[in-house]
T-cell receptor
Framework: SQKIEQNSEALNIQEGKTATLTCNYT??????LQWYRQDPGRGPVFLLLIRENEKEKRKERLKVTFDTTLKQSLFHITASQPADSATYLCAILSGGYQKVTFGTGTKLQVIP | EADIYQTPRYLVIGTGKKITLECSQTMGHDKMYWYQQDPGMELHLIHYSYGVNSTEKGDLSSESTVSRIRTEHFPLTLESARPSHTSQYLC??????????????FGPGTRLTVT
């Protein structure tokens, strides 16, 4: 069966360090993968998209990698800040046409 | 700020009542989605639409129904609410075309409690 897995346990890191979150998928061959941020009680907000032919994508302090051989995407936040504390979701396009499946999300806590 | 709106934001209602959750977007997006999310849990797609008069069921079975008579409007209806329907409902929309994977814009959500 198709699965998208992210670390279910919360990730706690010290302010200023780099946070790395993992998204693993099975039985998908996605052409695209997205990352979103979700704050408590609110809808997710889009952060980055990466295509299968892109190994890496950057936006300010954010970096995403996409390894289609390992079936994994890594999401990095450098110089993390307490304001980065949130749940981060990866999402894959599936079902042949624009049906989006979200991962379980990883909660990040940046400690001052 | 995304131009996608949901009303009501909070709703407490008794078992057996019929309810409609409203979702509207002003971005002219063809694709719209409804997700269900319990606190601290993952998003589950319950309905989606490619455009006017098109609706499909998502991955999570839901007793709700949707309609898409206008591009900007995608309401979700529960004919008879039950306590098991208590959850947060999130509406989203995205562009379409070209086989690309466009970002989804989410509304603020409706937190539904059925007593």
């Amino acid at each position: 069966s198709q699965k998208i897995e992210q670390n279910s346990e919360a990730l706690n890191i010290q302010e200023g360090k780099t946070a790395t979150l993992t998204c693993n998928y099975t039985n998908y061959s996605p052409a695209y993968l997205q990352w979103y941020r979700q704050d408590p009680g609110r809808g997710p907000v889009f952060l980055l998209l990466i295509r299968e032919n892109e190994k890496e994508k950057r936006k300010e302090r954010l970096k995403v990698t996409f390894d289609t051989t390992l079936k994994q995407s890594l999401f990095h936040i450098t110089a993390s800040q307490p304001a980065d504390s949130a749940t981060y979701l990866c999402a894959i396009l599936s079902g042949g046409y624009q049906k989006v499946t979200f991962g379980t999300g990883t909660k990040l806590q940046v400690i001052p | 700020e995304a131009d996608i709106y949901q009303t009501p934001r909070y709703l407490v209602i008794g078992t057996g009542k019929k309810i409609t959750l409203e979702c509207s977007q002003t971005m002219g997006h063809d694709k719209m989605y409804w997700y269900q999310q319990d606190p601290g849990m993952e998003l589950h797609l319950i309905h989606y639409s490619y455009g006017v008069n098109s609706t499909e069921k998502g991955d999570l079975s839901s007793e709700s129904t949707v309609s898409r008579i206008r591009t900007e409007h995608f309401p979700l209806t529960l004919e008879s609410a039950r306590p098991s329907h208590t959850s947060q409902y999130l509406c989203a929309s995205s562009e379409s075309g070209g086989g690309a994977f466009y970002e989804q814009y989410f509304g603020p959500g409706t937190r539904l409690t059925v007593t």
